[in-house]
């Protein structure tokens, strides 16, 4: 499977955005940044990322004479896995998601005894809202980049979101693009997160190679020139958290013998399905998993995948160990899981997704404009 890159990831990124407003990072910073930070110390730095628009996606749909592509400066990895609850964390927090314990969509909260929706705080199978007080937020808090910055006083942090997302208030995509230019034309010192969860939605529901996709990010790509133009004195940084794939579901009941050794559904992502096995069935379920899906998904028990740093490098999140469950499922090409049909009165299916073990949905472009 394609592991993420430890000197040339998204963490190192933020480590290197730390760096340059004279804090102390966590991790490495990316090499190709620390040397453009270096010659030149910057007051005001622009992060976009663009949720889905990895690699692949940029280089189906865009040609050379695209702005964005003529500003690539480097390649680099998402975490893993390479999802947004894993891959935006990181970045924000400039540590991997094994010491945040932001690893995917869905996680299991054993003081509850539920899979819940990280962002949303919803349960992840009636998708209603957990009572209470937000459970990742509660058991998995940090600092972000933006509040380190923030409290160095060395600069002005902010983010910048869509309508419904934190404190979101971008209603479309020319809205983000002016409350952007807004701010970043204020007369300041500052650093500016914006985050626009398109691509991705786009993607997910009419496949990668869809003329929406294309049409969206040709948008993107017109208006990224017109803030470069109208903010010269920021350096504005383009990324994504991830890239997607094309897939084929496997539903999860779809053999009942194998779906009758698991506790729940599964947990984390569908490319990369975190199973809970019921007492006394891992040998019928270790079986039962190589008949039906060794061929497109590879199985780690929960202490290989801990011991070799699959979620990444530092001091594990005291709570993660728990909250894993006893083997983790990574996709080794287009299938991907999914819950059972009956659960759902009008399921949404996706046509591409994330999160697997693929270098297609790892790779990201970072573009670097105003140098």
């Given at each position: 499977?394609?592991?993420?890159n430890?000197?040339?990831c998204?963490?190192?990124v933020?480590n290197?955005?730390l ?10 910073g990316?090499p190709?940044?620390?040397a453009?930070f270096k010659?030149?110390h910057?007051?005001k730095i622009?992060v ?8 692949s996606?940029q ?22 896995p390479?999802t ?8 924000l927090?400039?540590r991997y998601?094994i ?6 969509w869905?996680?299991?909260?054993p ?12 349960d992840s199978?009636?998708?209603q ?7 990742g937020k509660?058991?998995y808090p940090?600092e ?15 983010s910048i979101?869509p309508y419904g997302i ?6 479309d995509?020319?809205?983000?693009f002016n409350?952007?230019q ?6 300041r010192?500052h650093?500016i ?8 939605t786009t993607?997910h529901l009419n496949g990668t ?19 470069s133009?109208e ?5 504005i940084l ?10 084929e ?7 009942l ?7 729940d559904n ?9 199973f809970?096995?019921?007492?006394g069935?891992?040998?019928?379920f270790?079986y039962?998993f190589?008949?039906?899906?060794s ?5 780690l ?8 740093n699959?979620?990444?490098k ?5 709570l993660?160990k ?8 990574i ?6 899981f999914?819950?059972?049909l009956k659960?759902f ?7 591409a ?17 105003n140098?």
């Open positions: 499977m394609f592991k993420y430890d000197k040339r998204l963490v190192n933020s290197s955005i760096k340059n407003f004279g804090i102390n990072p966590f991790h490495e990316l190709s940044l620390d453009l010659q030149k910057y007051q622009t976009l990322l663009f949720d889905g628009m990895g690699s996606i280089d189906y749909h865009l040609n050379n004479h695209d702005f964005l592509v003529k500003h690539h400066f480097d390649e680099i990895t998402s975490v893993f390479p947004t609850v894993a891959a935006t964390t990181a970045f927090s400039g998601p010491e945040t314990g932001w690893i995917g869905s996680q299991y909260f003081s509850i005894d539920k899979r819940v929706d990280m962002f949303s705080n919803a199978t009636t998708k809202p957990i009572k209470g007080p937000h459970l509660t058991y940090y972000s980049i933006i509040d380190l910055i923030n409290n160095s006083k060395k600069a002005e942090a902010l979101y934190e404190n979101g208030k971008a209603v995509l020319n809205d983000f409350i952007l807004e701010e970043m034309q204020k007369d010192s650093f997160y914006g985050y626009w969860a398109d691509p991705d993607i190679t869809s003329y929406k996709v294309r049409s969206l990010l040709k948008k993107i790509n017109r208006k990224i020139i017109k803030l133009k903010c010269k004195d920021n350096l383009v990324l994504a958290d991830h890239s997607l794939i094309d897939i579901n496997c539903y999860i009941d779809e053999h013998d194998f779906y009758s050794c698991l506790e599964y947990s984390i992502e569908s490319r990369c399905a975190s809970r096995i019921k007492p069935k891992d040998n019928e270790l039962l190589d008949k039906y899906y061929d497109n998904f590879l199985l028990s929960k202490d290989l995948a801990l011991s070799t699959l979620f990444g530092g001091e594990p999140h005291p993660i728990d909250s894993l469950g006893d083997y983790i499922a996709a080794k090409n287009s299938k991907s999914a819950y059972p659960l009165d009008y399921p949404i299916i996706f046509k997704t994330h999160a697997g073990g693929t270098s297609e949905e790892s790779l990201i472009y970072l573009s670097v404009i140098q």
